[in-house]
């Protein structure tokens, strides 16, 4: 699962839940804050970026620019096109939704 751009379809709590719990594996020291951008290799203070707001821990360390632009991409987090078809856009927070990530998100939650 793949979050937001990252995040479409994903609660926001559990986008909250998998924020706070990285950085408390940050300050515990069970997750390792490296000085560099892991995609870039600009030495800064990166940002912990989830491809999976389920799993809190596997995160990617980016800088700004490119967690900016990992969430600006134009496929969702597992592969969907952003195509005007498969677009929810979300004029209040700016953000586009993945329409199929979103029904997988949906008939997901309702099994429960």
Known sequence: MGPSVMGAGVPHAQKIYA?????RAVREGRLIRPDR????????RPDAAHNDYYQ????????????????QSPTCPRGHEYTPENLIPRPKTGRRQCRKCFRLTENARRAE
Not at 19 to 23: E, L, S, T, V
């Open 19 to 23: 924020r706070r719990a990285a950085q």
């Open 37 to 44: 951008c892991q995609q870039c290799g600009t030495k800064c």
């Open 56 to 71: 809190p821990l596997d995160v990617e360390w980016l800088c700004r620019d490119c967690h900016w632009k990992k969430d």
